[in-house]
């Protein structure tokens, strides 16, 4: 059972590059987020989506964009990277509202 | 603005003793507070609940406490093992339905 996966699980971008993380769940869960994690910062939300083709902003949306296009998948875009940028980043799945969250092992993003 | 703080960014622990990790909140209108475990390069896993109708919830060596008035939980582990060596997350619940995280306490539990 694989639950949620990431992919690239590291990536080193230049200034201004753009990428595309891809996060896949096999527990047919209906909401999936995508949090970056920074030291002294916790996790913060960058995105969710409740459902197959909805999107929505969360703490940190500033900078990316996502896509639901399928339930299973959920993609988060960089269209031209800062340093700023660089982070960890989670995805996670769940019912809907259960705090309960299934996360990935993590993409561990450097850009120079 | 830190709606959920964790003042403590590292604990250190002697194994069998107890482990304290608080967390502090800003809003009243939390109702569902929870607790992850982050193991080095791992996705956080959920570890403990508590909804604001209540001040204790305990499974096994872990039990969260929730003072509403003071807008204060806490976990304890008792007892502490190695193996509970990691980054631990409280998060709370807003009104808009998204989990927010505090910073984080690293702990360490010594043989």
């Known amino acids: 059972n694989a639950g949620v996966t990431q992919t690239p699980k590291f990536r080193v971008l230049k200034t201004g590059q753009s990428m595309t993380l891809l996060c896949a769940q096999d527990m047919n869960h209906e909401y999936m987020y995508w949090y970056r994690q920074d030291p002294g910062m916790g996790l913060r939300l960058i995105h969710y989506s409740v459902g197959e083709g909805t999107t929505a902003k969360g703490e940190v949306p500033d900078g990316y964009n996502v896509s639901r296009l399928k339930k299973q998948n959920f993609l988060l875009g960089l269209e031209s990277a800062a340093p700023s940028q660089t982070s960890v980043y989670f995805c996670?799945?769940?019912?809907?509202?259960?705090?309960?969250?299934?996360f990935g092992e993590g993409s561990r993003l450097t850009v120079l | 603005d830190q709606q959920v703080k964790q003042n403590s960014p590292s604990l250190s622990v002697q194994e069998g003793r107890i482990s304290i990790l608080n967390c502090d909140y800003t809003n009243s209108m939390f109702d569902y507070f929870l607790w992850y475990k982050k193991y080095p390069a791992e996705g956080p896993t959920f570890l403990i609940s508590?909804?604001?109708?209540?001040d204790k919830n305990e499974d096994g060596r872990f039990t969260v406490f929730l003072n509403k008035s003071a807008k204060h939980l806490s976990l304890h582990i008792v007892p502490s093992q190695p193996g509970d060596s990691a980054v631990y997350f409280c998060a709370a619940y807003n009104q808009g339905g998204k989990l927010i995280f505090g910073q984080g306490t690293e702990l360490s539990v010594k043989p």
């Open positions: 996670a799945s769940d019912q809907g509202y259960t705090g309960e969250l299934f």
């Open positions: 508590i909804s604001s109708i209540k």
